[in-house]
């Protein structure tokens, strides 16, 4: 009996999960309320306060449910005996791949791009967002630094700099597809501009091999 109120429960979670992706995306996270997302799911306001201490802990448990382009950075690139331009390379076009293909990746980035206010009580949510920020982008500048070394180039910008402005290209891309899926190919652009902007630093051509599961930023935030 037990573990059936278990899994009744973990459903519960699951379909206030569900139906906070869906109105948060149509109506913005500020305005949709905690009632709105139970009447939506099924269940009671109290259900809600069951599984979550307020929306911003409901927010951030609907994030945590995805891989997001460019989120959860995991280990830099240079952790791995393979070329670290390589690594980013693929991990990117990964990144764009399950942007393109992933619908539930595309809402939940959608929400957490263009339908959310960073006001006082989604405070937490902030944090999360530059946490995972600042994990991709230390990744990054790592990864960069490594390659200027086995190249023996001298980059023409420092490389925190530079790691800056890849994340900031990378997360704008996905951001303006978002906005119009039909304006351009994501992959293809995405792997174009990353090809131009490292040869743009003094990078020879990165040679694509397959994924590591040690690459940086294993999905964008």
Not at 28 to 37: C, K, M, N, W
Request: aromatic share 6%; charged share 20%; hydrophobic share 45%.
């Amino acid at each position: 009996m037990a573990r059936h109120t278990k899994e009744e429960a973990l459903a519960t979670r699951h379909r206030l999960l569900d139906a906070a992706e869906v109105l948060f995306q149509a109506q913005g996270v500020s305005q949709t309320s905690l009632q709105q997302i139970a009447q939506q799911a099924g269940a009671t306001r109290g259900a809600i306060y069951w599984h979550f201490k307020d929306k911003a802990d409901l927010f951030n448990a609907m994030m945590e449910r995805v891989t997001l382009p460019l989120e959860a950075a995991v280990q830099a690139s240079g952790a791995s005996d393979g070329d670290p331009l390589a690594e980013i390379h693929n991990v990117l076009i990964a990144a764009f791949k399950l942007v393109t293909t992933d619908l539930q990746v595309q809402r939940v980035f959608d929400v957490a791009t263009h339908k959310v206010e960073y006001t006082h009580d989604m405070a937490s949510v902030q944090r999360r967002h530059l946490d995972m920020r600042n994990a991709c982008v230390a990744d990054f500048e790592r990864a960069l630094r490594l390659a200027a070394r086995m190249q023996r180039i001298r980059l023409p910008i420092p490389a925190s700099s530079a790691a800056q402005g890849l994340h900031a290209l990378v997360s704008g891309l996905i951001q303006n597809w978002l906005l119009d899926t039909t304006a351009f190919d994501l992959v293809q652009i995405g792997r174009r501009s990353f090809d131009v902007y490292v040869k743009g630093l003094g990078f020879g051509d990165a040679q694509t091999t397959a994924i590591s599961s040690s690459s940086p930023c294993r999905a964008v935030a």
